[in-house]
C-alpha cells in the first residue's frame, strides 16, 4: 500500500464549479499535511497547511480526519488558473521527510 | 520569501558519463537538503538525504555509489548521477526547509542519450 494515496484524476470541471480531492494516508504518526500544486514541468510550491481544525484560505478550504487518516481539499469558484496537479504531502513525527501522494489533476475548461 | 536553486534545469548527456546537479539555498542555510526523483506521471520519489558536513542518507533501493551527493555547504549540495543510462532520465528536484515549510528548487529534467 502506498504512504499516501490520491486519485490522479483528471478532473475537469468548468469555471466556477467546486471540486474537491480526497487523500488518505497509511502512517498513524504522520504529524503534519500539506497540499502543494505543481503545473506541468515545473517545481511543486505549497498551496497551504492543513491543520486538525481544519482551515480555509480564499476559495481553498482544507480539511483533516486523523482517525480515517484522511486529508481534503475543497476548492471553490474554480478558475482557469487553477489548472494543476495538485499533491497531499505528509511528514512522519519528528522528521523533515516528506512523502508525496501522486497528485490529482485538475483541469478547468471555459 | 526563502529560495531554493538548482542549476541546471535542463541536461542532455551521453551514456556512460556523469552529470553534476547544483541546489543552493539563496537566502538561509541549510543544513539537509532532500533529492527527489520524478518520473512522468508520477509522485516525487525521495532518493536521498544531504547533510551538511557528513554523508547522505539514502532510501531503500537508491544506489548510492551511482547518485553521489556532497553537502558541503550550508547553502549548496550537489548530486552527481555517475555513469549515467538512459533509464536514469527523469526529473530531479531538490528541496530544503525553513520554519516548516518545504521550498524547491526548479528542477533538473535530465535526458541520457
Known amino acids: 500500500r502506498k504512504e499516501v494515496e490520491q486519485d490522479p484524476g483528471p478532473f475537469n470541471v468548468p469555471e466556477g464549479a467546486t471540486v474537491a480531492f480526497n487523500c488518505t494516508y497509511s502512517?498513524?504518526?504522520?504529524?503534519?499535511f500539506f497540499w502543494y500544486r505543481q503545473d506541468c514541468r515545473k517545481e511543486p510550491k505549497l498551496l497551504m497547511s492543513v491543520y486538525s481544525s481544519g482551515n480555509e484560505d480564499g476559495r481553498f478550504t482544507a480539511q483533516l480526519n486523523r482517525a480515517s487518516q484522511y486529508i481534503s481539499l475543497l476548492i471553490r469558484d474554480s478558475k482557469l488558473s487553477d489548472s494543476a496537479t495538485y499533491l497531499c504531502v505528509v511528514n512522519a513525527r519528528n522528521t523533515d521527510k516528506l512523502i508525496f501522494g501522486t497528485g490529482t489533476r485538475l483541469q478547468v475548461f471555459p | 520569501g526563502a529560495v531554493v536553486s538548482q542549476h541546471p534545469s535542463r541536461v542532455i548527456c551521453k551514456s556512460g558519463t556523469s552529470v553534476k546537479i547544483e541546489c543552493r539555498s539563496l537566502?538561509?542555510?541549510?543544513?539537509?537538503m532532500f533529492w527527489y526523483r520524478q518520473f512522468p506521471k508520477q509522485s516525487l520519489m525521495l532518493m536521498a538525504t544531504?547533510?551538511?558536513?557528513?554523508?547522505?542518507?539514502?532510501e531503500q533501493g537508491v544506489e548510492k555509489d551511482k547518485f553521489l551527493i556532497n553537502h558541503a555547504s550550508l547553502t549548496l549540495s550537489t548530486l552527481t548521477v555517475t555513469s549515467a543510462h538512459p533509464e536514469d532520465s527523469s526529473f530531479y528536484i531538490c528541496?530544503?526547509?525553513?520554519?516548516?515549510?518545504?521550498?524547491f528548487g526548479q528542477g533538473t529534467r535530465l535526458t541520457v542519450v
Open positions: 537566502d538561509f542555510q541549510a543544513t539537509t
Open positions: 544531504s547533510n551538511e558536513g557528513s554523508k547522505a542518507t539514502y
Open positions: 502512517n498513524s504518526a504522520s504529524q503534519s
Open positions: 528541496s530544503a526547509i525553513l520554519n516548516t515549510e518545504a521550498f
